[in-house]
């Protein structure tokens, strides 16, 4: 084993440690912008600490399924995280690294919450839930569309070929490429639960999308649900840094490029929830919905270049 | 002086239906007293009457069919003082929270229809509100309401107390009111023992008024950023309305304005070097508050959510009796600020927005109006300094003294009922009291997430209405 993939592994892993510092750092970048002093970018892993030292509850009358979701989308979010190559490098977990494996442990881990809220009957989880399952049904697509715009130059599903061929600066001389990238822009704010899409803040029941769900969660489940909604942040961060932001095809140029990449994505998610006030949730759709006809205008583009 | 006129129980109704049809006149509230009284306070222009029965076997005729506006006064009465109310059907509990939900929500029914409650417990510093939404999907179909979970018995304790004592149970009934409040009681006690305020006098109240409307106003315009997340907006009317209040601390000792009014007189006063420096600091204030506004006029993703939603008709407004900037956001022309004579308005006329479309936007775009009219108002009230002038006595006394007050969420009308100078019975009808079922009303048919916003945009007090 190389020390480049050695590198890798221990990047990987680091995600997992890693995931909860990148909310952090939108906090706080967004706290600043706004003219606050804010918590430091190290919160959620002391509110971690807090809730994992905690026993958890469940309301009456809740069953299995409510118990099993929050470990069921730490899991998914970890196979997820096992996904994603670090600067185009991956090692083998078992897993592999195709990109509609992602696509599906994302849809699984959302199919959780959405079944345990069901189980709770909390009528604010399953408006969270309901709302959660709207946006997904143009936000699937999207991501699907969004990786399909990458995925054809490369020829594979395979995210290292893929972080592969949006290496360079050749790709940026092509249409398709800057209409995935807006589309996957698109898929991080749907992803992420941030505004216009979702307002992580809030404290408005009424309002919630993916915090709704989490409502009756607490202890350690709420620790499991909290890890996995910032390895969310870190898989789509990740994801958007290899197949849609600048980068070198050597592994060290790419590893120092994912490292800026990451936190100029904080600092842009931070900036868009400064500027942009949460949308109407029923003009989400529409959003979404322009954003697939922007990601098929890039497949269409792709086909087109890799026909000629 | 206000006229107490006596009607029999009979003939209550074509009373009050003489007074709103034949003179215009416009319903004040209504309460009942302990010996099983009930009295409706009317008011036109400048003046005030207050109608008074006794009920028969403990019912009098219902007047919601005349005056929608006495809806919540009427369910109070029975469920504070066991009165009961012919033609008023179903008589649904307001304060009492021990019916079973089908005696007090609104039959809704339907495919799809389902209830969502809410509260009265929130995930932020709310006050206990607990809210039933009738919804299909995302669409409120219905909205009931159920405050009064901290209800205090206020006007019941001042009773018997001497007028003076009296004065801290009006301006405890809620601190973002209390200078509206408790100018309110002091006018209403001034009214009935026939004094009148001097200039001084009236030019202070004045001050402390604007000064209350000036943070409150600062407030909404925040809170409203606050209930589409519009984080810039809510930081910025946050930071100006900490300034106004930190303002009201070094003039008069609070920052809720606490202690600055008593009958008949000013405990406060403001020296010619205080009055300059405060007159100063609203330049500034003025100044950078129409800068902020300004910034939300150019957010695009902020103004997109405003308009269309929550919208109050001018005809239900109306109907409803709902007062303040969320009457006039209607088309409503009423201010209680216009023509009146206990205080210094010389001239003005009620604020009118661009387009009176009675939504979001109309009702926040109101206070931006206003807000700049308080300023330059305070701005010439304070161009001399507040001196401890008293009122004089000399006008003609009445067993019932009214007195009306423009709150930064509308018109308070206080009423005092004065025996051998003893508070016998005293009502504090705020403006929050006379716009919570306008709130219902403006957010059927609008969508589930939006009610933070609606809710917002009339910003009414928990506390002023539960008293």
Known sequence: MSSSALIAVAAQLGGVALAPLLPGLVQTAKARLQGRRGPSPLQPYRTLRRLWSKSSVAPAGTGAVYRVAPPLIAACMLIALALVPIAGRGPDLGVGHDALVLVGMLALARFAAAAAAWDTGNGFALMGAARDAMIAVFGEALLVLALLVAALPARSTDLRSMAAAAAGGHVWGQAAHWCGAIAFLLVVLVETGRQPIDNPDTHLELTMIHEGPLLEYAGRDLAYLQWAAAARHWVMLVLGAQLFLPHPAGFAGALAALVVAGLAQCLGLAVIETAQAKMRVLRVPALLGLGCAVALAGVATAIAGLAA | ?467
């Open chain 2, 1 to 467: 002086m206000t006229l107490l006129r006596p009607v029999a129980a009979r003939a209550w109704r074509a009373a009050v239906s003489e007074a709103i049809e034949r003179r215009g006149e416009r319903f004040g509230g209504a309460w009942a007293t302990r010996d099983g009284g009930w009295r409706a306070v009317m008011l036109a222009g400048d003046e005030a009457v207050v109608l008074c029965c006794d009920a028969e076997d403990g019912r009098v005729d219902s007047i919601v069919d005349i005056a929608a506006a006495a809806l919540w006064d009427e369910r109070e009465a029975h469920d504070l003082h066991g009165l009961g109310f012919i033609g008023h059907d179903p008589l649904r509990p307001l304060i009492e929270h021990t019916a079973e939900l089908e005696r007090w929500v609104t039959p809704v029914s339907g495919e799809g229809v389902h209830q969502v409650a809410v509260g009265p417990i929130h995930a932020g510093v709310i006050e206990s509100g607990h809210f039933r939404f009738h919804v299909v999907g995302e669409r409120i179909l219905a909205l009931d309401t159920r405050l009064f979970h901290k209800h205090r018995g206020l006007e019941r304790a001042a009773e018997g107390l001497a007028p003076d004592d009296a004065l801290k149970h009006a301006g405890r009934a809620c601190a973002a009111c209390a200078v509206a409040n408790t100018v309110a009681y002091a006018q209403a006690v001034e009214d009935a023992t026939g004094l009148w305020p001097s200039a001084d006098l009236r030019r202070q109240r004045t001050v402390l008024l604007e000064l209350e409307r000036l943070y409150n106003h600062l407030h909404d315009i925040g809170a409203i950023c606050a209930g589409v997340g519009f984080a810039p907006g809510s930081m910025a009317f946050a930071a100006l309305k900490d300034r106004a209040q930190e303002l009201n601390a070094q003039a008069f000792g609070h920052r809720f304005l606490f202690g600055t009014v008593a009958i008949g007189g000013i405990p406060v006063a403001l020296d010619p070097p205080a009055a300059g420096a405060l007159r100063g600091a609203l330049r500034e204030l003025r100044a950078d508050a129409l800068a902020g506004w300004r910034d939300l006029t150019f957010a695009a993703s902020m103004q997109a959510r405003l308009d269309g939603v929550g919208v109050l008709e001018l005809e239900d407004a109306l109907r409803m009796g709902v007062v303040g900037p969320a009457a006039r956001a209607s088309g409503v022309p009423l201010d209680a600020r216009v023509g009146n004579r206990r205080l210094v308005y010389g001239g003005l006329r009620p604020a009118s927005p661009p387009a009176a479309t009675g939504d979001v936007a109309a009702r926040l775009r109101i206070r931006a109006l206003e807000l700049e009219a308080t300023c330059d108002m305070l701005d010439e009230l304070l161009s001399l300094p507040l001196a401890r002038d008293g009122a004089s006595p000399g006008r003609e006394r009445s067993p019932v003294g009214v007195g009306r007050v423009e709150s930064p969420r509308g018109e308070t009308v206080c009423t005092v009922e004065l025996v051998a100078a003893r508070v016998a019975r005293m009502h504090l009808r705020s403006a929050s009291y006379a716009n919570w079922p306008a709130v219902a009303r403006a957010t059927a048919g609008n969508l589930l997430p939006d009610f933070p916003l609606i809710n917002k945009s009339f910003e009414l007090c928990y506390a002023c209405a539960d008293r």
